[in-house]
């Protein structure tokens, strides 16, 4: 059974930081790029960053870029996202996604994302 598992939510100060983790199991994942969704109420689900199986290659979203970092480690099947200076707009539940298919490099579209976590709550208050 495949599964992951993300932690680290809660809630944080504007300007604060957080760190996320994902851990996944049932299956390896090393060969395929890893990402981070959020969705906010009411929104869509929102891609924030992205990595290629062996981190060469990253992708963050516009809302993501230059706060957030994105890492892996395969060894640990684990992949994680530092978030600095948060703002209240990045309230959301955070997902970690495996790409569907084996690929050298990343995309940010969530349909080609086929596991999914159960998502971790972010508050981010001003």
């Known amino acids: 059974q495949v599964q992951l598992v993300e932690s680290g939510g809660g809630w944080v100060q504007a300007g604060g930081s957080m760190t996320l983790s994902c851990v996944y199991s049932?299956?390896?994942?090393?060969?395929?790029?890893m990402a981070w969704f959020r969705q906010a109420p009411g929104k869509e689900r929102e891609f924030v960053a992205a990595?290629?199986?062996?981190?060469?290659?990253?992708d963050h979203g516009v809302s993501a870029a230059g706060r957030f970092t994105i890492g892996r480690d395969n060894a640990k099947n684990t992949v994680s996202l530092q978030m600095n200076s948060l703002k209240p707009e990045d309230t959301a539940v955070y997902y970690c996604?495996?790409?569907?298919?084996?690929?050298?490099?990343?995309?940010?579209?969530?349909?080609?994302?086929?596991?999914w976590g159960q998502g971790t709550q972010v508050t981010v208050s001003s």
């Open positions: 996604a495996a790409g569907s298919r084996p690929d050298r490099y990343t995309y940010s579209q969530r349909e080609q994302y086929m596991y």
């Open positions: 049932g299956r390896t994942f090393n060969d395929r790029p």
């Open positions: 990595m290629s199986w062996d981190g060469a290659y990253t």
